[in-house]
């Protein structure tokens, strides 16, 4: 998608754009006030200003539509696909792997009562259970600005990925 086309772009147009890279109405209505952008960059700064800070309310809603590190979603929701782009470095088809996920994901979730949120495009699975297992040492407290931010991550790499393909 090319920049102008973003600018020019309905609001419900907009919204089948930003909602699956976070649904969040507050940061789509952000974006959309701040439009024309000039340049991509522009763009992207705007993104990340407007989920800085994602309040816990907005992480939680959030967190409704992101699936367990290691499992990928069905169906062909744009959320789905950018899901299952994010975790291609993640093999389910690797055993002991898939068993380590289960586990941490499971004690995560009993600890902190939700997924194990990490921007998992551009890591290995080795990087991601070592966050995984140092993240399971946190507090409540210290673990909602983690997530917060990589939220925030996520929301903008998506983003990235629908105007650079």
Known sequence: MLLQQFNEASRAQLDEILRPCVDNPRWIDEIATARPFT??????SAALAAADPFTPTEVAAAMAHHPRIGERPAGNSAEAEHSRREQSGVDPADRELARALAEGNR???????????????????????????RRLANTPEQETPIVASQLREIAVLRLQGVLQP
């Open 39 to 44: 340049t991509l960059s522009q763009l992207f």
């Open 107 to 133: 004690a995560y979730e009993e600890k902190f009562g939700q997924v194990f949120l990490i921007r998992a495009a551009g890591r290995t699975p080795s990087d991601i259970l070592t966050a995984l297992d």
